[in-house]
């Protein structure tokens, strides 16, 4: 099969999109080639199967000499016609962007009881939506542009509403800066790198100086957000935000929620990493409460990453009945490619900080990892495992393959230093004597200097257990 846009295109929609593309391209409206509508049915038809250009010519063309021109061409045009299918599905979908552009199309055709009954239908509908975020201010601005514009060209000079275009443009501009604001500086965090913010200070001093303004969630939660993020040492600015998620998480799309949800527990999980081991109890709220709420299930499936998050927090609170009727009820939930191996991973992890090593040893020897860090987590469970018990000499060979596996993977990132720093201090371990209290001494600062490095915690209840 040719592996281009179209063949990429044709293989991400499903059944009911199909149904509606084939009426689509059947439309005189968008497409009168029947080239092109019966390109679409050959594709539709062999989709699972695989084609050719080749094929699709003599299929097409059975009477005339192969020509590839002809057949790109023809994939062109269907590609055009499918991506203007999905701009108008999306159009179609966004109930208050259509009627926006309703309300333009009758100020131009200057239709007055028409643009009206639609200003007021449209209003109505603003009023009793549930939502109040950024995309909600951005349709009362445009609101309002339509408004003013309309009253312009009536010469309705008296009636201009100028202040609340104004005002609105402010809120939605402030929100969608401040959204794009906590992105900005969760992701510099990841990538060690700095961002030119923009106006961003002169958005800051505008909500700071103008308290009226965090009357609105989508300012309000992104302006407490950001702070709390952006000072880890002020309190108030977190426990502000966890305020407003309380009142005001249900005005957000549930994507937003989920975003909102995961700014929190960054804040909590940038404390526990500077050694603020108390907001492991906020992280485990905070992934209970959104569960609660439903964020973190999107169209039916729970991200494996989350899962992981999840049953993390719930061991780090010791709460093993709770975490283990979560790792078997949310296991349905989970993508299938990836089901049983996320379930077993974390199924020994439980195990594991249970101290059950007969039950998680089997668990990870006989599961196939193929996901990189589930295998990296794997080999340090073994590890830690190994040398518990005593088992020096799997323990040596398993340090010594594992240190192989990590420098032959080159899409390890910035894991590597992490599990090579892992793989050295077990080693140190090993050597370690009880009556070498000042060795002791020494290795637990070189552990606690050590900034990757995320067995810290473990790595010092094992000297102490050597040295007491």
Same mark, same amino acid.
């Given at each position: 099969?040719?592996?281009?846009?179209?063949?990429?295109?044709?293989?991400?929609?499903d059944?009911?999109?199909?149904?509606?593309?084939? +009426?689509?391209?059947?439309?005189?409206?968008?497409?009168?080639?029947?080239?092109?509508?019966?390109?679409?049915?050959?594709?539709?038809?062999?989709?699972?199967?695989? *084609?050719?250009?080749?094929?699709?010519f003599?299929?097409?063309?059975?009477?005339?000499?192969?020509?590839?021109?002809?057949?790109?061409?023809?994939?062109?045009?269907?590609?055009?016609?499918?991506?203007?299918?999905l701009? *108008?599905?999306e159009?179609k979908?966004?109930?208050?962007?259509?009627? /926006?552009?309703l309300?333009?199309?009758?100020?131009?055709?200057?239709?007055n009881?028409?643009?009206? +009954?639609?200003?007021?239908?449209?209003?109505?509908?603003?009023?009793?939506?549930?939502?109040?975020?950024?995309?909600?201010?951005?349709?009362?601005?445009?609101?309002?542009?339509?408004?003013?514009?309309?009253?312009?060209?009536?010469?309705?000079?008296?009636?201009?509403?100028?202040?609340?275009?104004s005002?609105?443009?402010?809120?939605h501009?402030?929100?969608?800066?401040?959204?794009?604001?906590?992105?900005?500086?969760s992701?510099?965090?990841?990538?060690?790198?700095?961002?030119?913010?923009?106006?961003?200070?002169?958005?800051?001093?505008?909500v700071?100086?103008?308290?009226?303004?965090?009357?609105?969630p989508?300012?309000?939660?992104?302006?407490?957000?950001?702070?709390?993020?952006?000072?880890?040492?002020?309190?108030?600015?977190?426990?502000?935000?966890k305020?407003?998620?309380?009142?005001?998480?249900?005005?957000?799309?549930?994507?937003?929620?989920?975003?909102?949800? $995961?700014?929190?527990?960054?804040?909590?999980?940038?404390?526990?990493?500077?050694?603020?081991?108390s907001?492991?109890?906020?992280?485990n709220?905070?992934?209970?409460?959104?569960l609660?709420?439903?964020?973190?299930?999107?169209?039916?499936?729970?991200?494996?990453?989350?899962?992981?998050?999840?049953?993390?927090?719930? /061991?780090?609170?010791?709460?093993?009945? *709770?975490?283990?009727?979560?790792?078997?009820?949310?296991k349905?939930?989970?993508?299938?490619?990836?089901?049983?191996?996320s379930?077993?991973?974390?199924?020994?992890?439980?195990?594991?900080?249970?101290?059950?090593?007969d039950?998680?040893?089997?668990?990870?020897?006989?599961?196939k990892f193929?996901?990189l860090?589930?295998?990296?987590g794997?080999?340090?469970?073994?590890?830690?495992m190994?040398?518990? /018990? +005593?088992?020096?000499?799997?323990l040596?060979?398993?340090?010594?393959?594992?240190?192989?596996?990590?420098?032959?993977? +080159?899409?390890i990132g910035?894991?590597k230093?992490?599990?090579?720093?892992?793989?050295?201090?077990?080693?140190?371990?090993?050597?370690?004597?009880?009556?070498?209290?000042?060795?002791?001494?020494?290795?637990?600062?070189? $552990?606690?200097?050590?900034?990757?490095?995320?067995?810290?915690?473990?790595?010092?209840?094992?000297?102490?257990k050597?040295?007491?």
């Amino acid at each position: 099969m040719n592996h281009n846009r179209l063949s990429d295109l044709f293989m991400a929609l499903d059944f009911e999109e199909l149904r509606e593309i084939s +009426k689509f391209v059947r439309s005189p409206i968008f497409n009168q080639q029947e080239k092109v509508v019966a390109l679409f049915d050959y594709i539709r038809k062999r989709r699972t199967r695989g *084609w050719s250009n080749e094929n699709i010519f003599r299929k097409l063309y059975p009477n005339e000499r192969y020509d590839v021109q002809k057949v790109h061409q023809l994939n062109s045009n269907l590609l055009q016609l499918i991506e203007q299918y999905l701009a *108008w599905r999306e159009w179609k979908n966004n109930g208050i962007q259509s009627d /926006l552009d309703l309300l333009k199309a009758y100020r131009k055709k200057n239709l007055n009881k028409h643009f009206e +009954k639609t200003l007021r239908n449209i209003h109505s509908k603003m009023d009793h939506s549930p939502y109040r975020n950024e995309t909600y201010h951005q349709s009362n601005y445009q609101l309002q542009k339509e408004a003013f514009l309309y009253e312009r060209e009536r010469g309705r000079t008296v009636k201009f509403n100028l202040q609340e275009l104004s005002n609105t443009q402010d809120i939605h501009f402030i929100a969608d800066k401040l959204k794009h604001a906590c992105t900005l500086l969760s992701h510099q965090t990841m990538v060690s790198k700095d961002y030119d913010k923009g106006l961003l200070n002169q958005v800051l001093n505008t909500v700071e100086q103008n308290p009226d303004l965090q009357n609105h969630p989508a300012v309000s939660i992104y302006y407490q957000a950001y702070c709390s993020l952006n000072n880890l040492t002020e309190t108030s600015s977190f426990e502000m935000l966890k305020n407003l998620m309380d009142s005001h998480i249900q005005k957000f799309f549930p994507s937003e929620q989920r975003d909102i949800y $995961i700014l929190a527990i960054n804040y909590c999980i940038r404390k526990i990493n500077s050694n603020v081991r108390s907001y492991f109890k906020e992280v485990n709220h905070l992934y209970k409460k959104g569960l609660q709420d439903g964020v973190f299930i999107e169209h039916g499936i729970l991200s494996r990453w989350t899962y992981n998050n999840i049953i993390i927090s719930g /061991l780090k609170m010791r709460d093993f009945d *709770w975490v283990e009727q979560f790792i078997h009820s949310y296991k349905p939930y989970l993508d299938e490619k990836t089901r049983e191996d996320s379930f077993n991973y974390n199924l020994a992890r439980f195990h594991f900080e249970k101290k059950d090593y007969d039950t998680t040893m089997p668990l990870l020897l006989k599961t196939k990892f193929d996901d990189l860090l589930h295998n990296l987590g794997a080999k340090t469970m073994l590890a830690k495992m190994y040398f518990e /018990l +005593k088992e020096w000499d799997a323990l040596d060979n398993l340090l010594e393959s594992f240190r192989v596996y990590i420098n032959r993977k +080159k899409d390890i990132g910035y894991h590597k230093e992490n599990y090579m720093n892992i793989i050295s201090f077990i080693k140190k371990l090993t050597q370690l004597q009880p009556y070498e209290k000042s060795y002791s001494i020494t290795l637990e600062q070189q $552990i606690l200097s050590t900034q990757s490095l995320t067995e810290k915690e473990w790595l010092i209840q094992q000297i102490h257990k050597i040295a007491s």
